[in-house]
């Protein structure tokens, strides 16, 4: 269960990261709250899952998905470059993800 409070903790950090693109200086309020309630989900479940999860294992992985999903976005919605490089440091920071999940045992 700590695993997929951790996941859904680093979705919402992609929503908080999108939101803010739109912000516009925290002046665009819909966005805005968008942000915060983001934010605020996203680091109350990595509290959450951190309470099982090793924190430094739980943080990474967070970020890594967080980082991931950010990438994504751009290159799906704002027109970030897609390249084969990138793709394949996308899966790479995929592996280290896996990685760090099957050793936290």
Known sequence: MAWLLLVLGGCFEVGFTT??????GFR????????????????????????????????????GIG??????VGMLWFGEPFTVLRSLL????????????LTSQ
Do not use: H, Q
């Open 19 to 24: 939101c803010l693109r739109y912000a516009d």
């Open 28 to 63: 665009n309020i819909p966005w805005t709250l968008g942000f915060l309630v983001s934010a605020t989900l996203s680091m109350v479940l990595l509290e959450m899952a951190a309470r099982s999860i090793p924190m430094g294992t739980a943080y990474a992985v967070w970020t």
């Open 67 to 72: 980082a991931l999903g950010a990438v994504i």
């Open 90 to 101: 996308i899966l790479g920071v995929v592996a280290c993800i896996a990685g760090l999940k």
